[in-house]
């Protein structure tokens, strides 16, 4: 179980960033601890006694999440009676639950028994025995009802939700989602002589944690030989949940189904199968929460990450050029050209690759949900930090092309960007919905991702299947919009690019000898067939769009309408196509002439025993956009000297 050593050995290098906090990103927890979401915070003194008017429903999300001590059981609890150390539910920690619930519902006794012997224990903390004391007396629903925290109606009744007006909903009903009497309560312990104390939340004091995980330590455990570590140790019979996010209850290692022979038939009991040391479980589950929301590529249940076992920041394999640029750079100056883009682009990976240091370990993992509880790795990769740089460096070099999107920051903020113009490789999710179209569903976008991932992470083969669905989406521009038409043509040709070179290279990373025929710039040499079929449909396009533009009219061309039958019958739809054509070329007059002469050349280069209907190769699409691209730059360059003009003119009238 490489993952899991692996995932080890990064928690064991990162044992300084225990609990430290990275803005809202969740600290990385020492073990024996998990986080909970909070909806009380209630105030005791040193000496075990209630200050009034001090709780608080905790309104603000960003303030609710609370890193308490819990045992094995607690961790992986359901419903059954297993409280927490410290903080919990109203349920376990309220002496006086009874008197506004059924007493048959609260596990009182067990907490407090549990928290007696912590307390009983040499490793007691101060604030920990005054959390006790104050609990023991039983009333700490009454002082909550009395700090109006909780609430009471006029009858005494404490009511389960809210039946008044919206406007006046209690705080604490906008914080449960059930019953109030479900509240998780944590204590600030301040001290009892009114000084200050900079560590008055438990949660956040390192000799509290310290205090628990030494206690914990000390106590009689099952052992057995770890198989990841290789010794013998203290072992867990419980695997960690909350791993890809808070209420997720899939676990990775699981052995407790007895009657659905899991393991029955093969061995006696779940260790002769596997057994882990709980301490290592626990660094590594911790590792893997940490890292998942800092560096991971999410798609619903799905996640891909990517990690050094030094605990720095890895090259995200799941990320196109646009998003790739702007991890490498901290902040990014705006892209106003898609050459400015792959200058930048080449530059920030020279620096990155030129940081490592040759002996780095990297490690992909990819995990998924085989079942609503149970946590699959359907990918798994060892390699050191520079091979993997050069594979994501190769993938993005014969993948590229010219693309428009957003960067992934902008819908993460909310913030209003337009389209950036790059020059590089899309993202994986970006290829899927070239493919599949905007609203792939859930299932098609994951399985198609995890496909893509051999290819950039191990140089695998591109799916032709993933090519050739692209290709016939951009085939049809009738059936999207033009900025969906335009992203799906640009991932259409750099997947077109990439197929087609990596079969006449027969390898998929390149290398000194790696010879590119496809190229995203205009080769007016290429004589294939569908390659001068793709740039005759680009003239036809050019033409009409030219003509439409100076009578300021906006509708689709002919060569748009007819884009699909071209592609499959390219003789006959470009008879019709050409004389359809006619009109705007007589009205353009001389300003058509040099389009019309570069049309007829390019379509005398065809042979005539190759003007047929035969299905045009995908190689079309590559003809049309580098025409295109061309007739985009000479109109760019035009604009260019039109300013220049302007502005010479005006310095000019300036002078005088």
Request: proline share 6%; hydrophobic share 35%; glycine share 8%.
């Amino acid at each position: 179980m490489g993952w899991m050593q692996k995932l080890y050995e990064t928690y064991e290098n990162c044992q300084s960033l225990v609990g430290v906090k990275e803005g809202e990103l969740p600290p990385l927890m020492p073990i024996y601890h998990t986080i909970q979401q909070a909806h009380v915070e209630a105030v005791i003194d040193t000496n075990g006694c209630w200050r009034p008017g001090r709780a608080k429903v905790l309104a603000d999300k960003r303030d609710r999440a609370t890193l308490i001590p819990c045992t094995e059981q607690s961790s992986v609890r359901t419903s059954g009676p297993v409280p927490h150390p410290l903080f919990d539910g109203l349920k376990y920690i309220a002496g006086d639950y009874g008197n506004y619930r059924d007493p048959k519902s609260s596990h009182y006794a067990e907490y407090i028994e549990q928290l007696s012997a912590w307390c009983g224990s040499p490793y007691v903390h101060p604030k920990v025995r005054a959390i006790l004391e104050y609990l023991k007396k039983g009333t700490l629903m009454a002082d909550l009802i009395r700090d109006n925290i909780l609430y009471r109606e006029e009858s005494g009744r404490l009511p389960e939700s809210w039946d008044g007006k919206k406007e006046d909903t209690p705080p604490i009903f906008k914080v449960c989602s059930k019953d109030q009497a479900d509240a998780f309560v944590r204590f600030w312990v301040v001290p009892a002589d009114g000084s200050e104390d900079l560590q008055s939340r438990p949660w956040e004091d390192e000799t509290v944690w310290k205090s628990f995980i030494d206690y914990q330590n000390s106590l009689q455990a099952d052992r057995g030989y770890c198989y990841v570590l290789g010794k013998e140790m203290p072992v867990s019979s419980f695997s960690p949940k909350y791993i890809r996010r808070p209420g997720d209850g899939a676990k990775l290692i699981s052995a407790n189904d007895d009657g659905g022979f899991t393991y029955r038939g093969r061995f006696e009991t779940p260790s002769q199968a596997f057994c882990v040391g709980r301490e290592t479980t626990e660094k590594a589950h911790n590792a893997l929460k940490w890292l998942i929301p800092r560096q991971a590529y999410v798609n619903g249940d799905q996640v891909i990450l990517s990690w050094r076992t030094d605990g720095s920041k890895a090259i995200d394999p799941c990320e196109g050029a646009l998003d790739l640029l702007f991890d490498l750079e901290p902040d990014p100056p705006p892209v106003t050209t898609g050459e400015e883009f792959a200058a930048r682009f080449t530059k920030a990976m020279a620096g990155y690759g030129g940081n490592l240091k040759g002996w780095e370990d990297m490690c992909v993992i990819g995990l998924d949900s085989a079942t609503p509880g149970r946590l699959s790795v359907f990918y798994y990769r060892e390699m050191q930090a520079k091979d993997l740089f050069t594979r994501v460096k190769s993938w993005h070099d014969t993948c590229s092309w010219e693309l428009y999107g957003f960067p992934e920051a902008a819908f993460k903020t909310g913030e209003k960007t337009r389209p950036m113009p790059f020059r590089g490789a899309p993202s994986p999710k970006s290829i899927v919905k070239a493919a599949y179209g905007s609203r792939v569903d859930d299932k098609l976008m994951k399985s198609a991702v995890q496909r893509l991932l051999p290819c950039i992470v191990d140089g695998a083969s591109l799916p032709g299947d993933l090519m050739l669905c692209a290709a016939r989406r951009a085939s049809n521009p009738e059936a999207m919009d033009k900025g969906e038409y335009r992203m799906t043509l640009g991932v259409a040709c750099a997947l077109i690019r990439k197929y087609r070179n990596d079969r006449i290279n027969h390898k998929q990373i390149k290398d000194e000898t790696y010879r590119e025929v496809w190229t995203m710039a205009l080769n007016p040499e290429e004589n294939d067939r569908s390659y001068l079929f793709g740039r005759a449909l680009a003239y036809a396009q050019q033409i009409e769009s030219y003509s439409l533009g100076l009578s300021e009219t906006s509708r689709s061309t002919n060569a748009e309408r007819v884009q699909a039958a071209f592609s499959q019958h390219p003789a006959k739809t470009w008879k019709t196509l050409y004389h359809q054509l006619l009109p705007y070329l007589q009205k353009l007059g001389d300003r058509g002439k040099r389009y019309r002469e570069e049309l007829d050349e390019v379509i005398s280069r065809i042979p005539v025993n190759e003007f047929s209907n035969a299905s045009l190769s995908e190689i079309y699409l590559l003809g049309y956009a580098c025409q295109m691209q061309k007739f985009h730059e000479e109109k760019q360059e035009n604009i260019r000297k039109k300013m220049e003009a302007a502005e010479s003119s005006t310095k000019g009238e300036e002078n005088k």
